[in-house]
């Protein structure tokens, strides 16, 4: 099974997959081998059922978060148990995730003829029910970045991460990887060359932020001579996690509970909000249809339509 899942993990390599993908993959099926040996004895995934996948969809909903570690080692660095979560049920969007994963192992296991028969080709996906996503208001913001001493590198540098994910839309990765010699200030725009899907497009910012931009670069320019627009302070790239940590705790001292998906999140929404479309939405965000723009941000709260619609009203545009 061990040669196996390092067959799969190159072929995600060789398909440029993101380092956070590869390591949901790497943890997901670690685990559901993990399981597959220790309650049921099997150690050759030819022998492996729908029943058995079924059964570990009931085992996840029933043993609790971080209760069990593909490495074992790891709870002397991590110690799960201590945190506030430990044993809480596994929310449904996880478990899909965890099925998902699954399913993508074992379509390319029988693609690759290493086992016989498929054994998800029954299993239906979980459609977990989609939680509203918390719209952040301009004082949680202004709250927010009021807590990153712009004094200092790591400071100024996160207040204008923040700042410009909030205006492009970006991802972590992407800005974590953004390169000076990506930034066009003539189009105010913003060349991707690796997102999450392989393919170049283009985000854009404002003419605020082309000001904040290149009175960043100058300064960045005092300290380092990396080749990152937004480096650590030895120059090297910024680890993604750490910036995310970064941002939840600058929220946690203000009482506002905020993660760097949610920027990206927000900015989508303030866009649509504005009168901005789902076409040109869904190519800025960098989505392969507008179908997938819609089902992640039609989930606006009834005061967020009320707001749109008074922006639209046929009868005051009409002016009747």
Not at 79 to 90: A, F, Q, S, V
Not at 115 to 121: F, G, S, Y
Request: glycine letters at 4%; a positive charge.
């Amino acid at each position: 099974m061990d040669l196996q899942l390092d067959n799969f993990m190159l072929f995600c390599e060789s398909k440029h997959l993101s380092e956070k993908t590869m390591r949901s993959y790497q943890q997901t099926l670690n685990l559901f081998l993990i399981y597959l040996e220790n309650e049921h004895n099997i150690s050759d995934l030819n022998k492996v059922k729908s029943a058995h996948i079924r059964s570990y969809i009931k085992y996840l909903r029933e043993r609790g978060k971080y209760s069990v570690v593909a490495n074992v080692n790891s709870m002397q660095i991590n110690y799960p148990d201590n945190r506030t979560d430990y044993g809480k049920k596994i929310s449904d969007t996880t478990i899909a995730n965890y099925l998902r994963n699954i399913k993508v192992f074992f379509n390319f296991l029988y693609d690759e003829r290493e086992i016989q028969t498929n054994p998800v080709e029954k299993i239906e996906n979980i459609k977990p029910q989609r939680k509203q996503k918390k719209l952040l208001t301009k004082e949680d913001i202004q709250k927010v970045l009021s807590q990153f001493d712009v004094t200092t590198f790591h400071g100024y540098r996160s207040f204008l991460m923040v700042r410009l994910i909030l205006d492009s839309g970006m991802r972590a990765s992407e800005i974590c990887s953004l390169k000076p010699e990506n930034v066009d200030f003539k189009t105010k725009s913003i060349l991707i060359e690796n997102p999450k899907n392989n393919q170049q497009r283009y985000v854009y910012f404002s003419h605020k932020m082309s000001t904040e931009l290149k009175r960043w670069m100058q300064y960045r320019d005092r300290f380092s001579d990396s080749i990152y627009l937004f480096p650590t302070i030895r120059g090297t790239q910024l680890d993604i996690r750490n910036f995310e940590k970064t941002v939840r705790e600058a929220g946690k001292k203000v009482g506002v509970a905020i993660h760097i998906h949610q920027l990206r999140n927000n900015f989508a929404k303030y866009y649509l909000l504005a009168g901005g479309d789902f076409a040109t939405l869904s190519r800025i965000l960098g989505h392969s249809s507008v179908d997938v723009t819609m089902k992640a941000y039609l989930d606006f709260s009834d005061a967020e339509v009320s707001k749109k619609y008074q922006k639209h009203s046929p009868l005051n545009s009409l002016d009747l």
